[in-house]
């Protein structure tokens, strides 16, 4: 058995709102381990969901471009030591330069970027100069370019989140001043709600078996039948679905909508089909 320390109890309890009893009983029967102790929880209705901890901390901003046939775009976190840095216009200035270099070059990763070139200067260079500029230490976190029928992106708080989204269209101008509009708006809803994927598809298959685990022992607690408890399980998955897939969620700037109406919506207004595929979202530090 291991030994069940109060800086646990404490990390546990950060991380599912439980009481510090339950916790240390969730512990104790996970034998310590943490990830098991947050499913007992959850199986006891004490705990929502787990959320991450030991997030990093790195100040600075994420950008996101898309290309100017809207077919291609990048997302870019650059990192610095200080939030004053981080929101400098100069400073969102070099990631926006790094990230047209990307998306030109169609670059997804971080050490061949810093190779590449504009203008006889490399990526690596570019950053040097920023270091020197604002004097303060600079780092290319990450980078992800993508490619698709549309694209369009979006950026919140000015440079905390960077989103882009992907679609597949058919009868419609990725250019066009209401697609850009629409496609901003499902951007957005990504950055507030951070789905897990933007269909029941991209669920990972054993994140979706995880949870229909968890239902299905929430069930059993309840002690009504079986044939209920199954109901209950199946009905707890279709709302996890509809919270954590984009295209099932309500719209947020029109609740009475799921983003997959407010799409059908806009492409019968466009006279087009439109689809979304999948969505990039970098939160700073994150």
Avoid: W
Avoid at 147 to 170: N, P, R, T, W
């Amino acid at each position: 058995m291991a030994a069940i320390t109060a800086a646990m109890v404490k990390e546990l309890r950060e991380l599912t709102g439980a009481g510090m009893m339950e916790c240390k009983k969730a512990l104790n029967e996970a034998d310590g381990d943490m990830d098991k102790a947050v499913d007992v929880l959850r199986t006891r209705g004490l705990a929502a969901a787990a959320k991450k901890a030991g997030r990093a901390t790195n100040e600075g901003t994420v950008t996101a471009i898309v290309a100017e046939d809207g077919k291609s775009g990048v997302v870019l976190e650059l990192n610095c030591e200080t939030d004053f840095v981080g929101m400098n216009e100069k400073f969102k200035a070099y990631a926006d330069r790094i990230a047209g270099i990307a998306l030109a070059n169609k670059c997804s990763d971080v050490e061949a970027l810093k190779e590449l070139s504009d203008n006889g200067e490399t990526v690596a260079d570019i950053i040097t100069d920023a270091v020197h500029v604002l004097g303060e230490n600079a780092n290319l976190a990450r980078v992800k370019t993508v490619e698709a029928g549309a694209v369009c992106s979006y950026i919140h708080m000015g440079g905390k989140i960077g989103v882009l989204v992907q679609f597949d269209v058919e009868g419609i101008d990725p250019t066009s001043a209401d697609f850009v509009a629409y496609g901003r708006n499902v951007a957005m809803q990504v950055a507030a709600i951070s789905p897990v994927a933007a269909n029941r598809e991209g669920v990972p298959a054993d994140a979706v078996e995880h949870e229909r685990a968890i239902y299905v022992a929430q069930a059993a607690e309840s002690g009504k039948p079986e044939n209920i408890q199954q109901k209950m399980a199946e009905g707890r998955l279709e709302k996890f679905f509809k919270e954590n897939c984009l295209t099932e969620q309500d719209y947020v700037k029109n609740p009475d909508q799921t983003i997959a109406q407010y799409t059908d919506e806009v492409a019968k207004q466009l006279g087009g089909s439109i689809k979304v595929v999948d969505f990039v979202r970098f939160a700073l530090g994150a």
